[in-house]
């Protein structure tokens, strides 16, 4: 039993026995950035994904700067009046709380995109990193790295010209949720993968994240600490027109080191001439003064390495399959709602809710019925998984206010597209006392939604690397679940400040390996809220 199974203990059950360091008080006025800084790169701006077209058999560079600035650029200023901890400093410019169509825990954004863009490309061939406060690439590495990358993945058959490569920047999380980060940034990861594969699917282009691969061959490239920061998650991207780059030939030039690729002379940030591994030379500019260091945090991401030879065979996954929706006779839900607003409107029009949610105006049938089939349908789309692999969540709902359902807590049941009794009577008591936090008030959410994967079954089945995919999952799914509520014109809200013991024991989850890992509160706002409108200021 690896360590992973561990840090899933100590996760499961910090809200009755805290993680260290137990005190812990994050120094806000010596934060981190929200994004990595590479003073010395060359800075391309995007261009406008107005420009981007229909969209063809693979991706263009107007799309995936489209799909950057839905996903994780700033799309506006957050200045509402709500219930949240930050509300007295979002006037200020230089706390400014910035929205995007991506979820992060506690705002805080610390998932680095990478570009390894390959030759024949729009750009010259080269590793580039997404900043987004500026929509702009930055240049950290010339010459084609792709064959670097794909030898990386240890992935049979022949390579791609264009990579995108998630890391985290571990620091820009662990200077407020220290030893608890892993939890929340692996989660983040997983909201962004799912994002670019609601914006990629109804453009008829295809997003299957890597998860598995040489994560330490790849922090060389990137020139990163093994300690400082991981490597998530590798997506390969069909480019258009571009045929699939492969392994140089036998005996033939290193595409990473072809003449005037990174050779001998070359500049900084291209790669050295004398070693056959490429490798960043730029480095990211701290703003914290000071940088701590914590041990779990350390011990979990050692746990969690990546290693190609580690990748699940197929069907390994089966036996940490959901189990069969308990409770008791099925209540039918109606068809799914349909969406006023597309994918795109609805990711600009996400944010979080933060108390200011209405219990007097009830949630429709039809629209809790899109949020529980969504999520249901939510998968990583990983290669552990595979297209027709086992589903992992399960999925619960504290009803509230929901129009002919019946306030009680129940199992949502995919198959029956039904709701199984687990608990009857109004849960709103149980909500609020189970809720670390005074941010919301869960009773006046229309339903809150709990996940909850077999993690445990999980790490038996794939190692101590599942724990990755595991919170990546319930990333996703948080992330259909925000631009499902948005979509529909609802409010929404995700929390981990829950006591997730209390809600195996209210559930009766005890013995079968079931973890809530996340609440997920769906309702309507109170009308006429107070907010300022920066764009027209």
Do not use: I
């Given at each position: 039993m690896g360590h992973a199974h561990d840090y899933a203990d100590a996760i499961l059950h910090r809200g009755r026995t805290p993680m260290e360091p137990v005190d812990f008080v994050p120094d806000w006025a010596d934060r981190p950035r929200k994004a990595k800084f590479y003073p010395g790169a060359q800075v391309l701006p995007l261009p406008d994904p107005a420009g981007a077209?229909?969209?063809?058999?693979?991706?263009?560079?107007?799309?995936?700067?489209?799909?950057?600035?839905?996903?994780?650029?700033?799309?506006?200023?957050?200045?509402?009046?709500?219930?949240?901890?930050?509300?007295?400093?979002?006037?200020?410019?230089?706390?400014?709380?910035w929205s995007r169509g991506t979820a992060s825990g506690?705002?805080?954004?610390?998932?680095?995109?990478?570009?390894?863009?390959?030759a024949g490309g729009p750009l010259t061939p080269g590793l580039y990193h997404y900043a987004p406060h500026r929509h702009a690439v930055g240049r950290l590495l010339t010459g084609d790295v792709t064959g670097e990358v794909h030898r990386a993945l240890g992935t049979a058959g022949p390579g791609h010209g264009h990579y995108l490569v998630l890391g985290?920047?571990?620091?820009?999380?662990?200077?407020?949720?220290?030893?608890?980060?892993?939890?929340?940034?692996?989660?983040?990861?997983?909201?962004?993968?799912?994002?670019?594969?609601?914006?990629?699917?109804?453009?008829?282009?295809?997003i299957a994240p890597l998860l598995w691969f040489d994560e330490e061959r790849l922090a060389r490239l990137l020139g990163v600490g093994a300690r400082e920061e991981g490597i998530f998650a590798v997506v390969p991207l069909e480019w258009a027109g571009e045929p699939e780059a492969g392994e140089p030939e036998a005996g033939g030039p290193d595409p990473a080191h072809r003449p005037g690729a990174g050779g001998a002379g070359g500049g900084p940030g291209e790669a050295p001439a004398a070693d056959r591994s490429p490798a960043v030379t730029h480095q990211d500019v701290e703003r914290s003064r000071t940088v701590l260091e914590f041990e779990t945090l350390h011990r979990i991401h050692e746990a969690t390495l990546g290693r190609a030879g580690d990748r699940p065979a197929p069907g390994a996954l089966d036996a940490?399959?959901?189990?069969?929706?308990?409770?008791?006779?099925?209540?039918?839900?109606?068809?799914p709602a349909a969406a006023p607003l597309g994918v795109d409107g609805a990711l600009r029009a996400r944010r979080s809710?933060?108390?200011?949610?209405?219990?007097?105006?009830?949630?429709?049938?039809?629209?809790?019925?899109?949020?529980?089939?969504?999520?249901?349908?939510?998968?990583?789309?990983?290669?552990?998984?595979?297209?027709?692999?086992?589903?992992l969540?399960?999925?619960?709902?504290?009803?509230?206010?929901?129009?002919?359902?019946?306030?009680?807590?129940?199992?949502?049941?995919?198959?029956?597209?039904?709701?199984r009794p687990v608990v009857p009577g109004p849960p709103g008591p149980f909500l609020q006392r189970t809720y670390f936090l005074s941010n919301y008030n869960l009773e006046q959410a229309g339903a809150v939604l709990v996940p909850t994967v077999r993690t445990t079954a999980v790490l038996?089945?794939?190692?101590?690397?599942?724990?990755?995919?595991?919170?990546?999952t319930i990333g996703a799914l948080a992330q259909t679940f925000y631009t499902t509520a948005a979509a529909h014109g609802l409010g929404a809200g995700v929390a981990l400040g829950f006591d997730n013991i209390s809600y195996i024991e209210e559930l009766g989850l005890a013995g079968t390996g079931e973890a809530p890992l996340l609440i997920?509160?769906?309702?309507?706002?109170?009308?006429?809220?107070a907010d300022f409108r920066h764009e027209i200021a």
């Open positions: 077209g229909a969209a063809g058999p693979g991706f263009t560079l107007p799309l995936l700067s489209g799909m950057l600035q839905d996903s994780y650029g700033l799309t506006g200023r957050r200045l509402g009046v709500q219930a949240n901890t930050d509300l007295a400093a979002l006037p200020h410019y230089t706390q400014a709380n506690g705002g805080l954004y610390p998932v680095s995109v990478y570009w390894a863009a390959g985290v920047k571990y620091w820009q999380n662990a200077f407020k949720y220290n030893s608890f980060s892993f939890h929340a940034v692996s989660m983040d990861v997983g909201a962004l993968l799912q994002t670019w594969r609601l914006w990629a699917a109804p453009r008829g282009l295809r940490a399959a959901a189990l069969p929706p308990r409770g008791g006779d099925p209540v039918p839900l109606p068809p809710s933060f108390g200011r949610f209405d219990g007097g105006r009830e949630v429709t049938a039809g629209q809790l019925a899109a949020a529980l089939a969504d999520c249901a349908a939510t998968s990583v789309g990983s290669e552990a998984e595979g297209p027709d692999g086992p589903r969540p399960a999925l619960y709902a504290f009803v509230n206010h929901v129009e002919g359902v019946a306030p009680g807590a129940y199992a949502y049941d995919p198959a029956a597209h039904a709701l038996d089945a794939v190692g101590d690397r599942g724990y990755r995919l595991v919170n990546a997920m509160l769906l309702g309507h706002e109170r009308p006429g809220p």
